[in-house]
């Protein structure tokens, strides 16, 4: 495998063996010792990353969380102490599919699916792409092209 290049690596597929190697450290910035977040950024699958911090929930409890975000912006993410690195998957085929079986907080959802202003126009500008596809094929059988 090449070393990543801007923290990617290429040459990763589903059947590549799954290891911790893999995985680099981020830099939060924000100057804490107690969330510790690691990421694997592919130029084929996309990203997994992990981050066991520190919650503010029930007066501050420690929970680990996976994340998957696909090539197409689709994320899913794994909480409630859920480690990735330590479920024994073979390959990243069965990490990631693993992380979406195990999603209970995101399961698929894009990026823009929280601002539905920008998921409208995407949709409106999918539903202009299919009448005119629908349109072309209407004229396919009517023989005008």
């Avoid at 699958?45 to 680990?64: A, C, K, N, P, Q």
């Avoid at 479920?87 to 894009?110: D, M, P, Q, R, S």
């Amino acid at each position: 495998m090449s070393k990543p290049t801007l923290n990617e690596w290429n040459g990763i597929k589903e059947n590549t063996p799954f290891e911790s190697k893999y995985f680099l450290d981020v830099d939060t910035g924000l100057n804490t010792t107690q969330d510790i977040q690691q990421a694997c950024h592919t130029s084929a699958l996309g990203s997994i990353t992990v981050l066991d911090r520190l919650t503010g929930y029930e007066g501050y409890v420690r929970d680990v969380e996976t994340g998957f975000r696909d090539l197409h912006g689709e994320f899913w993410l794994a909480s409630c102490n859920f480690n990735i690195l330590e479920k024994g998957c073979k390959t990243f085929g069965e990490a990631i599919e693993l992380i979406k079986k195990n999603a209970n907080n995101c399961v698929g959802i894009e990026h823009d699916e929280k601002f539905p202003i920008q998921r409208v126009k995407k949709l409106e500008a999918r539903i202009k792409e299919l009448e005119e596809e629908n349109q072309h094929l209407k004229n396919m059988m009517k023989g005008d092209l």
